[in-house]
């Protein structure tokens, strides 16, 4: 694999609670470091990196958001990836180690390779386009439930006998959506 030495990566695996961050110190050494997803973790962290690292992470539910959000206003450049084009990175180069550090490693190897030529920042979206969005996740969200309960009646609707509260709840729900 051939690195880039024009941009400095930082590749992130973001969760719940945490993220995991892969990057090159100002000594010049890889460092592997599990961060608490708060401000004095996002803080901390651009003590490790430096206002120069172009940070790569995956857009993961809306975990990532938080941080990439921090780090566009702390002025970082930030690259937010579909999931897939970096499991696909992965999957070319055989990986198979699924951790949150070796997904670090992962991201940043994806970052050095792939984005070292083409390079799009993330921006934050309008709050308008993310409410617009946030009522677009929910809409299909309860859809998917309606179509799941839904198959559930189908489901009861075929059987010789149905406990009435199953039957009831069901059909309350059903109303409900």
């Known amino acids: 694999m051939e690195i880039c030495t024009a941009h400095k990566f930082t590749g992130i695996d973001v969760s719940k609670q945490f993220f995991d961050a892969y990057f090159f110190d100002s000594k010049g050494q890889l460092i592997q470091r599990r961060i608490k997803q708060d401000q004095q973790?996002?803080?901390?962290?651009?003590?490790?990196?430096?206002?120069?690292?172009?940070?790569?992470m995956e857009a993961i539910g809306t975990y990532y958001l938080p941080l990439a959000q921090w780090l566009y206003d702390h002025g970082i450049k930030v690259v937010v990836e579909n999931p897939l084009?970096?499991?696909?990175?992965?999957?070319?180069?055989?990986?198979?180690?699924?951790?949150?550090?070796?997904?670090?490693?992962?991201?940043?190897?994806?970052?050095?390779?792939?984005?070292?030529?083409?390079?799009?920042?993330?921006?934050?979206?309008?709050?308008r386009i993310q409410e617009m969005q946030q009522?677009?996740?929910?809409?299909?969200?309860?859809?998917?439930?309606?179509?799941?309960?839904?198959?559930?009646?189908?489901?009861?609707?075929?059987?010789?006998?149905?406990?009435?509260?199953?039957?009831?709840?069901?059909?309350?729900?059903?109303?409900q959506f």
């Open 41 to 56: 973790g996002y803080s901390t962290f651009t003590g490790f990196i430096g206002k120069d690292s172009i940070c790569v």
């Open 85 to 127: 084009k970096i499991k696909r990175f992965s999957q070319m180069h055989l990986r198979r180690h699924k951790t949150d550090e070796a997904d670090a490693k992962i991201i940043y190897d994806y970052g050095v390779t792939v984005l070292s030529n083409k390079i799009v920042f993330w921006c934050p979206q309008s709050s």
């Open 135 to 175: 009522c677009d996740n929910r809409s299909q969200r309860l859809n998917k439930e309606l179509t799941a309960i839904t198959n559930t009646h189908e489901a009861l609707s075929q059987l010789s006998f149905v406990n009435t509260k199953v039957k009831r709840m069901v059909n309350d729900t059903i109303e």
